[in-house]
T-cell receptor, first 111, second 115 residues
Framework: GENVEQHPSTLSVQEGDSAVIKCTYSDSASNYFPWYKQELGKRPQLIIDIRSNVGEKKDQRIAVTLNKTAKHFSLHITETQPEDSAVYFCVPSGGSYIPTFGRGTSLIVHP | NAGVMQNPRHLVRRRGQEARLRCSPMKGHSHVYWYRQLPEEGLKFMVY????????ESGMPKERFSAEFPKEGPSILRIQQVVRGDSAAYFC?????????????FGPGTRLTVL
């Protein structure tokens, strides 16, 4: 099965700073790389995804970069705001039926 | 288009009772996944279903747990003879295609507490 690791497990930044979360995976057949955001007590929601034929994707303050050779992809958030505070999960998948969630990164943005 | 619905949102059971969790996918979605989440942990895959078929149940304990997605009606996750270790949040997600290749839309979750 897929082995997924996220780093860091906790990230504390000041409002306006940038945040980067890295996800490494093991299954070379993975071809779909989404990031989900889960606020406290809420459901996970997709914030950005990328497929293996693309190296980078950007949506306003959020971007994802993919290095398929090294088997990792990263979430970049610029100009962080307090409402970005949440747990972020990477879910590299496509090699099997089963989406494998990382353990999550808790992002805390201090006003 | 209503989102994914789950009920009940909170469920309290005593040890040995049965818990029945329901999930109605988004309209037009025929792929349903169930996950379990313990506090401060990620989501653990339990079972993947399509209408009337269990595609993969490798993440679900073989005893006491079962799932179905009938032709009509919601998907059901059933836990028999609950134990304290079953206390968790259970999320379902639906997708228009295979969830490992498409966005998954999550329900609000059912928080199960076993006394």
């Amino acid at each position: 099965g897929e082995n997924v690791e996220q780093h860091p497990s906790t990230l504390s930044v000041q409002e306006g700073d940038s945040a980067v979360i890295k996800c490494t995976y093991s299954d070379s057949a993975s071809n779909y790389f989404p990031w989900y955001k889960q606020e406290l007590g809420k459901r996970p929601q997709l914030i950005i995804d990328i497929r293996s034929n693309v190296g980078e994707k950007k949506d306003q303050r959020i971007a994802v970069t993919l290095n398929k050779t090294a088997k990792h992809f990263s979430l970049h958030i610029t100009e962080t705001q307090p409402e970005d505070s949440a747990v972020y999960f990477c879910v590299p998948s496509g090699g099997s039926y089963i989406p494998t969630f990382g353990r999550g990164t808790s992002l805390i943005v201090h006003p | 288009n209503a989102g994914v619905m789950q009920n009940p949102r909170h469920l309290v059971r005593r040890r040995g009772q049965e818990a029945r969790l329901r999930c109605s996918p988004m309209k037009g979605h025929s792929h349903v996944y169930w996950y379990r989440q313990l506090p401060e942990e990620g989501l653990k895959f339990m079972v993947y279903l399509q209408k009337e078929n269990i595609i993969d149940e490798s993440g679900m304990p073989k005893e006491r747990f079962s799932a179905e997605f009938p032709k009509e009606g919601p998907s059901i996750l059933r836990i028999q003879q609950v134990v304290r270790g079953d206390s968790a949040a259970y999320f379902c997600a639906s997708s228009p295609g295979q969830g490992s290749r498409n966005e998954q839309f999550f329900g609000p979750g059912t928080r199960l507490t076993v006394l």
